[in-house]
Every structure is written in C-alpha cells, then in structure tokens.
C-alpha cells in the first residue's frame, strides 16, 4: 500500500538538484514545500501507476455495492428482467 510513511520532505529550493529529488521520489512521495507550506508532491511512475490502479479498483468496487444495493428485495428474475430492459434486450424468463 501507498503510505506517507515514505514521504520525504524538502525546500522548494532543493528542486535545483534533480538527482537528488529523483532519488528521493524513487524511494517514496516527496513533498516540496514553498514558503513553509506544501507545495507539490512528487511520485515516481511505479509510485502513481500503483496509486491509480488502487484508485480505480476502488470506484469499482464502490460501484459495484451501489448497484447491488439497487438489487436488495428483488428476486433474481425481478433483477434480471430489470437490467434487460434498461439494456433494451428481450425479456426472457427461463
């Protein structure tokens, strides 16, 4: 998991050393500040394609329960006939 255990936090000014800040964000988030406060975050690639494919697994999910809370109190055939329809396929009872 992606945590901010990882983070490293460095001035803004450091940014003028770019292997030092790619080396920092390839172990973990950096956290640039400007003025004292958070300015940007730096991620690795591996590190964002990670955080993305989590996010996306997560609206699925998030998804998913919506639409079987939908379902609850209807039997399997209310359900189906009902996703037929919005779909705009034949009804067909087996």
């Known amino acids: ?20 800040v790619s080396e920092l964000a390839n172990d973990g988030m950096v956290c640039v500040t400007k003025n004292g406060y958070a300015h940007l975050r730096i991620l690795s690639e591996d590190a964002y394609r990670k955080m993305m494919d989590r996010l996306v697994f997560l609206e699925c999910v998030y998804s998913t329960e919506n639409v079987l809370k939908g379902l609850e109190g209807k039997t399997l055939d209310e359900a189906l006939s009902n996703a037929r329809r919005r779909n705009g396929l034949p009804d067909r009872r087996i």
Do not use: A, G, V
């Not at 936090?9 to 050393?17: A, C, H, L, V, Y």
């Open 1 to 20: 998991m992606f945590y901010e255990s990882n983070l490293r936090i460095i001035p803004i000014s450091d940014m003028r050393d770019t292997s030092k």
